[in-house]
């Protein structure tokens, strides 16, 4: 599905708040998204598509996200995240009342990574943010809303 021009510039500017928030987030490159998708499938953490915006280096870590082999090895230390972000007034710091779609390749690799992937929910207004896991989601979630969405 094809984004339009405003969800992509709060998407840029939710990464960009995220970023300044914490330094330990990384923008990843086309090229180190491409080493990052390598280096976790050979730990059988399976990532599909462009189901991340960002990602999150453990305190202390080291890791060279240009090459295959650093990345396999400190898969452990490396957290994928999916960002939903809002600029709608009115989201609250528990974001209660927040809609939001739920693709199913995010849903896939939340599922297959486990540990190593969070979303992280980010009001670009207020820039209140909040991470959590599809459990931690599931559990919060007041209703689910199955859909399918189709392109011609």
């Not at 230390?77 to 709608?88: A, F």
């Amino acid at each position: 599905m094809e984004k339009t021009a405003n969800t992509q510039q709060t998407a840029i500017k939710a990464k960009q708040i995220v970023i300044g928030l914490d330094n330990s987030f990384v923008d990843v490159t086309t090229q180190q998204r491409k080493k990052i998708v390598a280096g976790f499938a050979l730990e059988n953490k399976i990532i599909y598509g462009r189901a991340f915006d960002i990602i999150k280096i453990k305190s202390g870590t080291i890791v060279n996200l240009y090459e295959i082999e650093s990345i396999q090895k400190n898969v452990d230390n490396i957290i994928i995240y999916e960002i939903k972000s809002t600029s709608k007034e009115g989201i609250n710091e528990r974001f209660e009342k927040y809609f939001f779609a739920l693709t199913t390749a995010e849903l896939l690799v939340a599922q297959n990574l486990g540990n190593n992937f969070k979303f992280l929910f980010l009001n670009t207004l207020t820039h209140e943010h909040l991470e959590l896991s599809l459990k931690e989601i599931f559990a919060k979630a007041k209703g689910i809303y199955p859909t399918w969405s189709i392109q011609f």
